[in-house]
């Protein structure tokens, strides 16, 4: 079973549209969770870190669901900027290195 | 955030040559680390490169294969080895702040092996 697991998409939506991803996680020890937005030939970027209580930043809302092992990235009143893939992070067995998902795909259209 | 120079950007090698990596960044960082992404594929953790001590390798991951330095806390270098077709890859160094703003990536190297 991989680490990270993501539904890979695509997940075509039209603009101003609400959408959710999911991502699962198998490391039961996980302490830190993330999601990043990954450009086409582009390095990932920090979108948000995932908190335990939940956490909001501006359009984007990320939950954490420890018993279930269970992480969310809901993004409302999409924009075609949004149009990305979109990587679940959870630190490793290591402690400090991550694990990545595979990614979810979002094509924002007009 | 820190600023990562990665170098280089993109290159096409020849198999059974090999090519060195380099990842500067403008700050000391404790951490840093070493990441391939296949085509199509995700992130993929090769090393984690501690300075002054040899690299922490993951499963898979070999130091003959990809030798890694980390000479001082604002650089590294990884080397892929006796590259073959399946080495083409992009390849990502990465770097936890110090100052608790998280992870941060260089801008990857394309590597293409003929």
């Known amino acids: 079973r991989k680490e990270v697991e993501q539904d890979p998409g695509p997940f075509n939506v039209p603009e101003g549209a609400t959408v959710a991803f999911n991502c699962t996680y198998s490391?039961?020890?996980?302490?830190?969770f993330f999601w990043y937005r990954q450009d086409c030939r582009k390095e990932p970027k920090l979108l948000m870190s995932?908190?335990?209580s939940g956490n909001e930043d501006g359009r984007f809302t990320a939950q954490l669901n420890r018993a279930s092992q269970y992480i969310s990235l809901l993004i409302r009143d999409s924009k075609l900027s949004d149009s990305a893939t979109y990587l679940c992070?959870?630190?490793?067995?290591?402690?400090?290195?991550?694990?990545f998902g595979k990614g979810t795909s979002l094509l924002v259209t007009p | 955030s820190a600023v990562i120079s990665q170098k280089p950007s993109r290159d096409i090698c020849q198999r059974g040559t090999s090519l060195t990596i380099q990842c500067q960044v403008d700050?000391?960082?404790?951490?840093m680390f070493w990441y391939r992404q296949q085509p199509g594929q995700s992130l993929t953790l090769i090393a984690t490169?501690?300075?002054?001590?040899?690299?922490?390798?993951e499963s898979g991951f070999v130091i003959d294969k990809f030798p890694i330095s980390r000479p001082n806390l604002t650089f590294s270098t990884l080397t892929v080895s006796n590259l073959s077709p399946e080495d083409s890859s992009i390849y990502l160094c990465?770097?936890?702040?110090?100052?608790?703003?998280?992870?941060?990536f260089g801008s990857g190297t394309r590597l293409t092996v003929v």
């Open positions: 995932v908190y335990s």
């Open positions: 490391n039961s020890a996980s302490q830190s």
């Open positions: 490169a501690n300075q002054g001590s040899e690299a922490t390798y």
């Open positions: 992070v959870v630190n490793s067995n290591s402690g400090y290195a991550l694990n």
């Open positions: 700050s000391q960082v404790t951490m």
């Open positions: 990465s770097v936890l702040e110090d100052t608790g703003y998280g992870y941060t």
